[in-house]
């Protein structure tokens, strides 16, 4: 079984940082992709920033330039820093992990419980 785990969220003034954290926990053969969303009330849920096994990054505009995204597969974990805040930033932000659960299986999405992130003065 698959469990992915954010934590990092919080309420923080505009301007500030948080750092987002994600864990992929289980059992499992291999993990892909990892990518942070969010969605903020009355929208859809948008993809903020993905990460490759190998380091490649992708970021919609409104956040280059303020966001990091970063991994470490020995820990099977991604960071998502957060600068700059806006309230416009403000959602509740999932974690998503392609994942192989076995040698011969299909890769599939899994998706965290998600971490409210508020900026507010």
């Known amino acids: 079984q698959v469990q992915v785990v954010e934590s990092g969220g919080g309420l923080v003034q505009p301007g500030g940082s948080l750092r987002l954290s994600c864990v992929v926990r289980?059992?499992?053969?291999?993990?892909?992709?990892m990518g942070w969303y969010r969605q903020a009330p009355g929208k859809q849920r948008e993809l903020v920033a993905g990460?490759?096994?190998?380091?490649?990054?992708n970021y919609t505009d409104s956040v280059k330039g303020r966001f990091t995204i970063s991994r470490d597969n020995a820990e099977n974990t991604t960071y998502l820093q957060m600068n700059s805040l806006t309230p416009e930033d403000t959602a509740l932000y999932y974690c998503?992990?392609?994942?192989?659960?076995?040698?011969?299986?299909?890769?599939?999405?899994?998706w965290g419980q998600g971490t409210q992130v508020t900026v507010s003065s």
């Open positions: 990460i490759t096994t190998g380091g490649n990054t």
């Open positions: 289980g059992s499992f053969f291999s993990i892909y992709a």
């Open positions: 998503n992990a392609r994942v192989r659960v076995r040698l011969w299986g299909t890769r599939n999405n899994y």
